[in-house]
C-alpha cells in the first residue's frame, strides 16, 4: 500500500509540476541573466515544491506555487551567496527617470528589448515579468511576492514607463516616432 501511494504521489507531482518546467526556466534565466544559475535555482524549486507537495491541494493553481516557491528560492539564493541589498530609489529620483513616456514601437529585436528589461531596477523587472510575461494576475503577482496588490500596480506601472523610456532610443533609430499626445505634459 505504502508503495501505491508513493507511486501515485510521483505521478501527481509529474502531471501538476513538470508541465510548468519551461515558464520556470525562462523566468529564472531573465531573472539572473546565468543560464546555469537559473537551471539551480529551477532544480532547488522543484525540490522545494517536492519536498512540499504533501501541502499542495491538487485542483489549485500549481503554476503560481511553482512560481512562489521559485521566487523564495531565487530571493534566499541572492542573500545568502551575494548578501543581496534592495535599495529603494527615493521617489523623487524615480519621478525624474519617468517623467518622459515615449512609446513602445512594436518593431523591435528581441536582443533590443531584452536589454531593455535587464535595466529595469529588480523590483520593477520581477513585477513586469510575472505580470506582462507569464500572466499572472495582480493578486497572484502579489502573493508571490509578498508585496500588497497596490505595490504590484505601482511597480508594474513604473516598470512599463521605465521600459518605454529605454526602448524609445531603439525606436528613433528605427524611424519610429512618439505617438501625439504621449510626451511630457500629456
Known amino acids: 500500500m505504502l508503495f501505491g501511494q508513493k507511486t ?6 509529474e502531471a501538476a509540476a513538470l508541465p510548468h518546467l519551461d515558464d520556470l526556466f525562462r ?37 503560481a506555487w511553482l512560481f512562489k516557491i521559485l521566487f523564495h528560492v531565487t530571493h534566499h539564493y541572492r542573500r545568502k551567496i ?3 541589498k ?11 527617470t ?21 535595466k529595469l531596477p529588480e523590483p520593477y523587472r520581477e513585477v513586469v515579468l510575472l505580470a506582462d510575461v507569464q ?4 493578486k497572484e503577482v502579489a502573493d508571490t511576492l509578498h508585496i500588497p496588490v497596490g505595490t504590484v500596480m505601482s511597480r508594474l506601472s ?7 523610456t529605454e526602448l524609445a ?3 528613433a533609430g528605427y524611424g519610429i516616432r512618439q505617438a501625439e499626445g504621449r510626451g511630457q505634459g500629456a
Open 8 to 13: 501515485e504521489k510521483i505521478a501527481d507531482f
Open 27 to 63: 523566468t529564472a534565466l531573465r531573472l539572473t541573466g546565468d543560464r546555469t544559475e537559473a537551471e539551480d535555482l529551477v532544480q532547488e524549486a522543484y525540490l522545494q515544491a517536492w519536498k512540499s507537495f504533501h501541502r499542495f491541494e491538487l485542483g489549485t493553481n500549481c503554476r
Open 82 to 84: 551575494f548578501n543581496f
Open 86 to 96: 534592495t535599495v529603494k530609489e527615493s521617489e523623487e529620483v524615480l519621478e525624474e
Open 98 to 118: 519617468v517623467a518622459y513616456e515615449p512609446q513602445v514601437p512594436e518593431e523591435l529585436s528581441d536582443e533590443e528589448v531584452l536589454a531593455a528589461f535587464r
Open 135 to 138: 500572466e499572472f494576475s495582480y
Open 158 to 164: 513604473r516598470g512599463r514607463k521605465l521600459l518605454r
Open 169 to 171: 532610443g531603439y525606436a
